[in-house]
């Protein structure tokens, strides 16, 4: 064999235990977790590519992770072998052979996360860590969605970048935002070609002062034009975050007759929303 192949892994975790998604010395990654558990099943050392990084605390339900192997491992063991040697919080979902072109962070076009909140008065033990608590009776969803189009679109999203980001411009495409009321609270997608340090959580904090009703949907559009953090509200808690999903001309793990990795189907109840006319490929 005169040259390695790529693999692409499709990856979930519950992000409490860690410090995001990209090694650091001396903290709990994923990325760590899943260079050391290929090491375990290969003896190779693999550097395992993120689509990006994660913070600490936050989940995925997507992230997408690529590498090189001289390993011949089928996809389907790939899958079983890793998730042998990972701890109980991550799980390999799927595993695929890719091009040598493909990256997972610069061939990506686009990303969806999903916020979850809980809304209501009474602690919901049963998803703390994996959801965040608003404790009140009741959101304005309707005010909520109504300051959405201040938002979407072409714009410089400085108000809702953290300070300590690598990237140089501020510009990004937010292409959708969805309220999808749930028991006991609501999950809020994002969808857009790419998102700032903190950026998803910085929104999330200042639609959450529309929906207490602190200020109305048009001062969210004021808090855009203003290209100054410092006018936007607090940062909400990274519990709620999930990187959902990260999107590819062509998805890599599309499902082909005859071939499946680590589960029999990748089905759209794996997705945790959708909305209405959304393709899963």
Same mark, same amino acid.
Request: aromatic fraction near 10%.
């Given at each position: ?126 998803? $703390? !860590? +994996? ?5 009140? @009776? ?10 959405? #189009?201040? =938002? ?90 999930? $990187? !959902? +999903? ?5 998805? @890599? ?10 589960? #029999?189907? =990748? ?15």
């Amino acid at each position: 064999m005169s040259s390695p192949r790529r693999l692409a892994l499709l990856v979930a975790y519950d992000g409490r235990p860690f410090h995001g998604y990209q090694r650091q010395h001396g903290f709990p990654t994923i990325q760590s977790e899943l260079e050391d558990a290929w090491a375990a099943v290969s003896a190779e050392s693999a550097t395992m590519i993120g689509s990006g990084r994660t913070d600490t605390g936050v989940h995925a339900l997507g992230q997408v992770v690529h590498f090189d192997t001289w390993s011949r491992l089928p996809e389907i063991r790939v899958v079983k072998a890793l998730n042998a040697y990972l701890p109980e919080e991550i799980v390999v979902r799927a595993a695929r052979e890719v091009p040598p072109e493909f990256h997972a962070n610069r061939s990506a076009i686009g990303k969806r996360y999903v916020y979850f909140l809980t809304v209501g008065e009474t602690r919901p033990v049963w998803a $703390l !860590g +994996r959801s965040t608590w608003e404790r009140r @009776p009741r959101l304005d969803l309707e005010a909520m969605r109504a300051a959405v #189009p201040y =938002l979407l679109g072409r714009h410089d999203f400085s108000s809702f970048a953290a300070a300590g980001r690598t990237t140089s411009d501020d510009v990004r495409t937010l292409q959708a935002i969805h309220f999808v009321p749930m028991r006991y609270g609501v999950a809020i997608v994002f969808q857009g070609d790419g998102f700032l340090y903190k950026m998803v959580r910085n929104l999330v904090g200042t639609l959450l002062e529309v929906g207490r009703g602190k200020w109305g949907p048009a001062w969210v559009g004021k808090v855009l034009a203003a290209k100054d953090r410092k006018q936007a509200a607090a940062t909400a808690a990274p519990d709620g975050l999930y $990187l !959902g +999903r990260v999107l590819y001309p062509t998805n @890599p793990f599309r499902i082909q007759r005859g071939r499946f990795s680590g589960t #029999p189907r =990748l089905i759209p109840a794996s997705d945790p929303v959708r909305g209405r006319g959304e393709s899963l490929d």
